[in-house]
């Protein structure tokens, strides 16, 4: 997988993909090379053998302050309709991009986390917190409605319907304590181990079944639009398909052996 990116950071490390927006001067914004750079990145990532898990991480004490108010904001109120629906477009396809890179994703999430950037967070698998974790989705504060880039489908699967319609409607911002105990971060750590404990659980995921990983994070995507009984049967493919991989293999001769899988994704 590239790593010679313009407008994001990008590290591979042992399976593991490091991204972060990279201008924390200003919060780290969204541009529209930026959205570009991302969505094209993780459309990529599908193909990518050695990436099995990412990390979408703070940089300099932010996540990030979403769309950039100069880059952005101010030439989108002087587009056409036909300019602006291919500008949304490539926002939401950002998000499938996210959804459909067949790794698990991981947000790392520090300070601001709003806009586009608590998109990019909710667009993730699983996200990591700080105390001084701000996410907000500012969409109505700009005079929008807050149906942006998939968050009036997938914020009510995550938090429910209730508190995502207050924070659709509103545009506050979810303190680190709601979004813990609404289920929208998995867990809230010191700032200073934040960047530790987004490793570690990436490096715990990178290190299983990355097959299975694969099934996983595309059933959790397409079951959201199945009958209970389309979901079963299309959970009985999977899983038979996961059967013929080398991996469920040597997961039975490691506990026949009692000892520790050694899976290697195939």
Known sequence: MRTDVTHFRCDIRDGIA????????????????????????????????????VVFGSNGGNFSSGGDVHDIIGPLTRMSMKE???FTRMTGDLVKAIVNCTKPVIAAIDGVCVGAGAIIAMAS???IATPDAKCAFLFTRVGLAGCDMGACAILPRIIGQGRAA???????????????????????????ALEEAAE??????????????????????????????????????????????????????AFVGKEKPMFEGN
């Open 18 to 53: 490091f991204v972060a927006l990279d201008r924390p001067d200003r919060k780290n914004p969204l541009t529209f090379e930026s959205y570009a750079e991302l969505r094209d990145w993780f459309r990529d990532l599908a193909y990518a053998d050695d990436v099995n898990a």
């Open 84 to 86: 602006l629906l291919a």
């Open 200 to 253: 570690t659980l990436a490096t715990r995921i990178a290190a299983g079944p990355n097959f299975g990983h694969m099934m996983t994070k595309t059933m959790l995507a397409q079951e959201w639009s199945m009958s209970i009984e389309q979901a079963i049967e299309a959970e009985a493919q999977a899983q038979a398909i996961c059967m013929q991989t080398a991996d469920f293999e040597r997961a039975y001769r």
């Open 125 to 127: 698998d699983l996200r």
């Open 166 to 192: 207050e924070l659709l409607y509103t545009g506050r911002s979810m303190s680190a304590e709601e979004g813990v105990a609404w289920g929208f971060y998995n867990s809230v750590v010191a700032a200073d």
